[in-house]
T-cell receptor
């Protein structure tokens, strides 16, 4: 069956360090993968999209990699700040422009 | 632009009661979605609508019905609420662009007693 896995344990990190989150999937062949940020009590907000033929994408302090052989995406927040504290969700494109979401990883950046 | 709006924000129902969750978007998007989010489960798709007048089931449609009233509005109905439907419900719409990003509403927190 299809599965998307993100580390369910919260990631505690010191301000200024790089946070790295993992998204693993099985039995998918997605055309693209997206990352969203979700703050408590709010809906997710789109951050980045990476396509199957792209190895890496950057946006400001965010970097996403996509390895279709390993079936894995890594999400990096460089020079992390307390304002980066949130839950980060990966989502894979399924048929018909539908998304399937992972369970999310909570990041807590300590000053 | 208000983006995606949802009403109500909170609701408590008794088992067997019915209710409709409302969703509207002002971005002229064709595709709209209803998700539920439970702790540790991520977002699960209940129903979606690729365009006005069309709807289709997602991963967890049982116990729900939807109506795509027009391009702006997409409602979710619980005919006979059950405690298993206690969850946070999010509506979203998708922009047809190179990013295909979905825009989410603020959510409805529903408790079924």
């Amino acid at each position: 069956s299809q599965k998307i896995e993100q580390n369910s344990e919260a990631l505690n990190i010191q301000e200024g360090k790089t946070a790295t989150l993992t998204c693993n999937y099985t039995n998918y062949s997605p055309a693209y993968l997206q990352w969203y940020r979700q703050d408590p009590g709010r809906g997710p907000v789109f951050l980045l999209l990476i396509r199957e033929n792209e190895k890496e994408k950057r946006k400001e302090r965010l970097k996403v990699t996509f390895d279709t052989t390993l079936k894995q995406s890594l999400f990096h927040i460089t020079a992390s700040q307390p304002a980066d504290s949130a839950t980060y969700l990966c989502a894979l494109e399924a048929a018909g422009n539908k998304l399937t979401f992972g369970g999310g990883t909570r990041v807590l950046v300590k000053p | 632009n208000a983006g995606v709006t949802q009403t109500p924000k909170f609701q408590v129902l008794k088992t067997g009661q019915s209710m409709t969750l409302q969703c509207a978007q002002d971005m002229n998007h064709n595709s709209m979605y209803w998700y539920r989010q439970d702790p540790g489960m991520g977002l699960r798709l209940i129903y979606y609508s690729a365009s006005e007048g069309t709807t289709d089931k997602g991963e967890v449609p049982n116990g729900y019905n939807v109506s795509r009233l027009n391009k702006r509005e997409f409602s979710l109905r619980l005919e006979s609420a059950a405690p298993s439907q206690t969850s946070v419900y999010f509506c979203a719409s998708r922009r047809e662009s190179s990013y295909n990003e979905q825009f989410f509403g603020p959510g409805t927190r529903l408790t079924v007693l």
